[in-house]
């Protein structure tokens, strides 16, 4: 060995502990998220889920409704009327836990939930339960037979609800409180509450809490394996040079590996100076608090579009969008068809500007789409642009809101409709909260 082998033996075990005290620490964070403060239980985030299932098994959206919040309703509905529209249903099946020793599997659901991190923005609370199970989640055609093509039918999915709450809810209020579950009133024994009618009991605690949001991801053992052989498969090759080859050779696997990271140190880094521009002026501001907007508010404008229903949007879109929308010809970049649905995976950022007293951020966002007629899953990615005006700052957790009517003064839940119940004035959303400017 020479001098420079040694040189580079050394850089390698470096990397490597800098690799183990990252993990290490990684793991630190994370049980640090894990709160019980004021949470929702885990069985009531389960009888949500099932509720959910229930709602798509029989294609009756309202199942569910008085678990979620107004936007979350709003984009389960739309879902499963443009499934019903075709015929399609979507099933999800809670399977056993598999065993590998070749002993019965037990028949209790593998379902299993657990308490996140806990949070208050603005004039909500929020919390993230994290639920696991492994099982199925595929879509039928009328005559009850499979259309997802994917044959992994045993998969490890994780998903992630997020609950909120008003932090103005009082305790007070629980006079008022009627079931989620039939709709009765509810009667209070100490600190639970329970139906007199289907014996559901909640705790006080967890009463108000609405689903906002949810995101699943899908282990598939198949495809984890050779994703997890890929950098091997590169560095191998690339030791076998370091250590047998002359010495420049070296420097042949060394080119591309610095290139990707320093365009990706680049990328975070401009990523970076972006967000502290925006988090300087509004100190709640997040990319994942932006993932959410963006899955609900290209839903929002697609369903819209499809149902005829532009006028409902006006006050979530800018002049610009709101324009772009109009035009027969956009179709959202593929994403309008009704053949498809899709959710938004991850987002990153791409810039933020500011002109004429309006904020812009435009992120990149990565999606996963599903074909009805292909019966496949496909990723694709698109950019969005969002606006609102300077000054605003984040007050609501998934952009779950109550706005005060400048008319009337009413409170006004904006999920849905952006339109006084009372006196019919219109909200002009960009005032509040992020509005579409522009998807391309
Ligand atoms: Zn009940
Ligand atoms: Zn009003």
Not at 274 to 286: G, H, P, T
Request: glycine share 4%; aromatic share 12%; hydrophobic share 35%.
């Amino acid at each position: 060995m020479t001098y420079f082998n040694i040189a580079m033996l050394i850089i390698v075990a470096a990397y490597a502990i800098f690799v183990i005290i990252y993990a290490v620490l990684m793991r630190k964070i994370k049980s640090n998220f894990s709160q019980d403060n004021n949470s929702i239980t885990t069985d009531i985030t389960k009888q949500v889920f099932y509720k959910i299932i229930e709602a798509y098994e029989k294609a009756e959206p309202s199942i569910a409704k008085n678990w979620l919040s107004s936007n979350y309703y709003e984009s389960l509905k739309n879902e499963i009327n443009q499934l019903n529209a075709k015929g399609i249903r979507r099933i999800i099946e809670i399977k056993p836990t598999p065993v590998e020793d070749g002993t019965a599997p037990s028949d209790e659901p593998s379902l299993t939930v657990a308490t996140g991190f806990y949070m208050e923005e603005g004039k909500n609370k929020a919390v993230q339960m994290l639920a696991s199970y492994y099982g199925d989640d595929y879509y039928v055609d009328s005559n009850g037979n499979r259309i997802t093509k994917a044959t992994y039918k045993n998969d490890h999915r994780s998903i992630t609800f997020i609950f909120v709450k008003s932090v103005t809810h009082t305790d007070s209020e629980k006079e008022n409180y009627i079931c989620k579950n039939c709709g009765n009133p509810l009667q209070i024994n100490g600190d639970k509450l329970s139906c007199p009618y289907c014996s559901t009991i909640y705790n006080v605690g967890d009463y108000d809490w609405s689903l906002a949001y949810d995101n699943t991801s899908v282990e598939r053992n198949n495809t984890s394996k050779a994703k997890a052989m890929l950098p091997l498969i590169i560095i191998i090759p690339a030791f076998l040079l370091m250590f047998f080859g002359a010495w420049w050779m070296t420097f042949i696997p060394a080119i591309p590996i610095c290139a990707y990271f320093t365009t990706i140190f680049m990328k975070s880094k401009k990523m970076k100076e972006n967000i502290s521009a925006l988090v300087a002026k509004d100190s709640l501001f997040s990319l994942d608090g932006m993932s959410q907007r963006s899955d609900r508010l290209i839903k929002k404008v697609k369903y819209a579009k499809l149902n005829n229903n532009l006028l409902q949007v006006k006050p979530f879109c800018t002049e610009h969008m709101y324009n772009k929308l109009q035009d027969d010809k956009y179709d959202i970049c593929g994403l309008l068809h009704d053949n498809i649905t899709f959710s938004v995976n991850t987002i990153g950022m791409r810039q933020y500007f500011e002109g004429d007293g309006i904020q812009y951020v435009t992120v990149e966002v990565k999606l996963s789409v599903f074909n009805f007629n292909t019966g496949k899953e496909s990723k694709q990615k698109i950019t969005a642009t969002f606006a609102r005006k300077d000054g605003v700052q984040t007050n609501s957790y998934c952009g779950v809101i109550n706005v005060e009517c400048p008319n009337c003064m009413a409170s006004i839940d904006v999920g849905e409709k952006a339109k006084c119940d009372y006196c019919g004035t219109t909200i002009d959303m960009i005032n509040y909260d992020w509005v579409l400017h522009d998807i391309f």
